[in-house]
Nanobody
């Protein structure tokens, strides 16, 4: 089992920055791929960014490339999402997720169904 707790959400003006953190406990953190997803009101949950186990390979949705960066500190059992140049359309609840299995294709990591554990989410609101 893995427990995930997100923090760092809040209200920020457009153009501003936030850094989300997700602290993991339970199963060895470095054995899991980690990801961030988000869900806006009335919309489906969507992929934001993911990191393979070592953190050496990361993926990001086109909508956030160049603005958001995922990173992880395996020694601290924590994954981060640095969000810069925020836009009102980034407003959503952001969820941290962990996957036990390894996939050869990077496209799998953008798929919610591969993730075994989820946090409760943290609200990010970007005002215009």
């Amino acid at each position: 089992q893995v427990q995930l707790v997100e923090s760092g959400g809040g209200l920020v003006q457009a153009g501003g920055s936030l850094r989300l953190s997700c602290a993991a406990s339970g199963r060895t953190f470095s054995d899991n791929a980690m990801a961030w997803f988000r869900q806006a009101p009335g919309k489906e949950r969507e992929f934001v960014a993911a990191s393979r186990r070592s953190g050496g390979t990361t993926y990001a949705a086109d909508s956030v490339k160049g603005r958001f960066t995922i990173s992880r500190d395996n020694a601290k059992n924590t994954v981060y999402l640095q969000m810069n140049s925020l836009k009102p359309e980034d407003t959503a609840v952001y969820y941290c997720a962990a996957a036990r299995n390894v996939y050869s294709s990077g496209s799998y990591y953008a798929t919610a169904r591969i993730y075994d554990y989820w946090g409760q989410g943290t609200q990010v609101t970007v005002s215009s």
